[in-house]
């Protein structure tokens, strides 16, 4: 390298912003998670006290993150931070439905403890639902940081602007992609491979309505595409696996996809 690159490198170290690593970050989430569901935990609080202790811990290190992140270092970031556990048993609640829903819908899971131990969607939900307070708080850099980190673990890519109703399920989840301007109803239901995207990624769509309103009780079943800012998914619909959608439906329709398939029947053995 010749020393013009150094020049540039170096220029480039003195100019960035220094903030915690992505998984510091994260961990801060896993660790409200924990406080929230110890179930999700391998160590339990012993007491009242440990646990106010646990959560001043929590809010000195977000505080500290804004700070490093956002530039929020005093009144700003002190506020964002009680604003945010202010608003945490209201996330809690909100939560719970979501369990709930998962618990419900699913006859594969046997307890609300499987779901919040082992469920993919449930830890994307967590992350989002944390994301989704902070941006509701103007933070900037790290909803994205926290949601990115869940769709890495999970396959799972929730943007932390989407707005998400009470009782949402996602079951499987691998694959699923939700937009920014997302607007979802209560009771949805989603399996893998949904996309809820956009008809266009033009930069100057940035700030519009770009992608799909999904009313209360809609089921979307797995690999399907519905896009568009325009396209609104009335309520008590089914929509079928594979779908390609850009266009809106009315309430309690059945959207499915035909796909040609043929079988032959064969009397030749194989050879093992």
Not at 75 to 101: C, H, M, S, W
Not at 232 to 244: A, C, F
Request: charged share 20%; glycine share 10%.
């Amino acid at each position: 390298m010749n020393d013009h690159f150094y020049s540039h490198l170096f220029e480039k170290q003195r100019g960035v912003k220094r903030i915690p690593p992505n998984t510091a970050i994260a961990a801060w989430a896993l660790s409200v998670i924990n406080l929230l569901y110890p179930e999700h935990s391998k160590t339990g609080l012993t007491g009242i006290e440990e646990l106010k202790s646990t959560v001043a811990r929590l809010e000195t290190e977000l505080c500290g993150i804004i700070g490093s992140c956002c530039g929020k270092e005093e009144d700003p970031g002190k506020q964002v931070v009680a604003d945010f556990f202010a608003g945490l048993p209201e996330l809690y609640r909100v939560l719970n439905t979501d369990i709930q829903a998962i618990y419900a819908g699913d006859p594969a899971a046997r307890s609300e403890f499987e779901v919040i131990r082992t469920y993919p969607g449930f830890y994307a939900i967590c992350f989002y639902r944390i994301a989704h307070l902070l941006v509701n708080l103007d933070v900037d850099v790290i909803p994205r940081i926290l949601t990115e980190h869940a769709h890495s673990v999970t396959g799972i890519d929730i943007h932390p602007s989407a707005v998400i109703g009470e009782y949402f399920h996602i079951d499987h989840g691998t694959g699923i992609v939700i937009g920014e301007t997302c607007t979802i109803g209560q009771h949805v239901k989603m399996y893998q491979g949904v996309t809820l995207g956009a008809l266009s990624v033009r930069k100057n769509m940035a700030g519009v309505k770009r992608h799909p309103t999904v009313e209360d009780r809609v089921v979307i079943y797995s690999g399907a595409s519905i896009l568009g800012g325009d396209t609104v998914i009335g309520h008590d619909s089914v929509i079928g696996g594979n779908v390609w959608l850009t266009e809106s439906i009315a309430p309690y329709s059945t959207v499915y996809h035909t796909p040609m398939i043929t079988v032959q029947k064969t009397t030749e053995k194989r050879p093992y």
